[in-house]
């Protein structure tokens, strides 16, 4: 007999052009069999990444502006996917087994029924917890990883800002560049944030730029040697006085822009002739076009947190009905590190 | 007995810090000795180079800011270098003789006295025009290929928009990229010289920006699969409307930003989400970076050059009294091709 339960979700009442509420979701349920189709892989979820780009799909965009993006629009009332790590209930595929551990694109909800063609990998935990696998391990840690040196090109003793430093992908990338040799400061939003940059993360120096006034004079401030390297996650003001700041031929990787994500931040109105006379790359980039540096990636940062070099800074709320909350607390920047919901237990 | 003469050259009055106009040059004259002292060349000057960048070394900027920039401030009063072509009419160098040919940095006058370090090199016009050498065989020339080739990395069958394109560098960068195999479309601020890169340059589409009302629109209608290379002379509003048409992995080259010289631009708001998730990159550059390119550049273009594939635009004025006329007129779009002044006759 077709054993059948209730999967609740997490879904958007409409299209989001703003910055979210937490009324802009809702708590659905639907009946899903646990017995798997053929080819199908029925996952329930442990912990599931909450990301600022999926802003981005909740908006009513034009399909031909959609199209250029790697994840596809959420429609209301629909599942959401995300990345996660989830523990196979029932499996229609060989390569799959009933307890296996997994990692792949999941759904924010109790359970994720896994068609043929959507990432899903079987994951070996190599000892590290298992939300590690959704965050530094994750996609988020492709982006520090694959941003910092494949876009950023660094050099020792370089000069490195990264702003958004305390979350995901900047807490990894400030900890790689001094790692590399290079000085870094970093900038994020509170004091508490400030000092876990400098005391637990190793970064050189940091700063709280809701404290300051004029960006420009600030970063004149932290890098009286002018900067090489910006690791930019939120575009904007910060974009313009970065660019002010650099020195010749240096390089702007763009992963995020936080600021245009909802809307309401202002477009940096950056000065060209900074770009040409100073010989500045800025350069836009996704991890998904990085997988080919992905086994060095994970070797590298198993070894990192293995060893203590690098620290793990994983933000995990409990329960699918803490989801709403906790994605829109990533735009109040409540968040310290890479943020995840735990919806059950290991 | 010392042969003394009198030299006239331009300089600024004052620095100049918006759009130029004649009344901010004059004409000085010195005296100077027509036998060279040990290690110093004499050159009479026959064509010399006049380019927008110069108004940038002509501004009140601060020390800190020019420190940056390869060419030193202009100061009133002082002779102002530039690229062109001359005749030696004394030497104090084994190396060079009377009447010897030669390139490198001279200046805005009548002679020239070339000090040890400055760049001079003896010219073998292989059988081109003498203008040829300070145009397209020059600096300008350098920056097309290197910026097309280096910077924009271009691929067969690629969408390039080129504007200014009836300008010294966009002229050679719009048919380097017919030859290389890529589709090209270029804008200019008038009939004429839309008319010239249809018809002589073999643009596959040109377009009058002053005709349109909303560039962004303009470059889908031109560009109905993409953009996947710009060249950007201008900046501002069409380097926005540029970044909004581009494909996934767009490539932007900056080469100079004719509409920041004169402070009167407009600063481009870049969609930065548009950067990123198309994976653009931005890259401003300087053919002085690309002096490896050289050998490369000179065969190519003089080959194409020899056997018509490539067309040299040369806008020639005559005396030196038309230099500050012939400067001004650059910001007004006044010029087709290569603006240079004859000095002197052959």
Redesign the interface.
Known sequence: MEEVIENKFIAIKSHINGAPIEFDFEVKTETISLSAKSKEVIVKNLYVSIDPYQL?RMKSCSSSQTT???AAPVQPGQSIDTYGVGRVVASGRPDFAKDDLVVGLLAWGEYTVVEEGRLLNKLDPMGLPLPYHVGPLGFSGLTAYAGFFEICKPKKGENVFVSAASGSVGSLVGQYAKLFGCHVVGCAGSQKKVDLLKEKLGFDDAFNYKDETDLNSALKRYFPNGIDIYFDNV?GEM?EAAVANM??FGRVA????IS??TGGGK????????????????????AA?HTKNYGDFISTITDHLRTGKMQALCDISHGLESIPSAFVGLFRGDNIGKKIVQIAHE
Chains 1, 2 share one sequence.
């Open positions: 981005h250029i993006y790697l575009g974009l020195n010749k763009l992963c995020g822009v245009e994500y477009r940096p109105a950056l000065e060209m002739l900074d770009v040409v006379y100073k010989r500045i790359t800025i350069q836009g980039f996704l076009d």
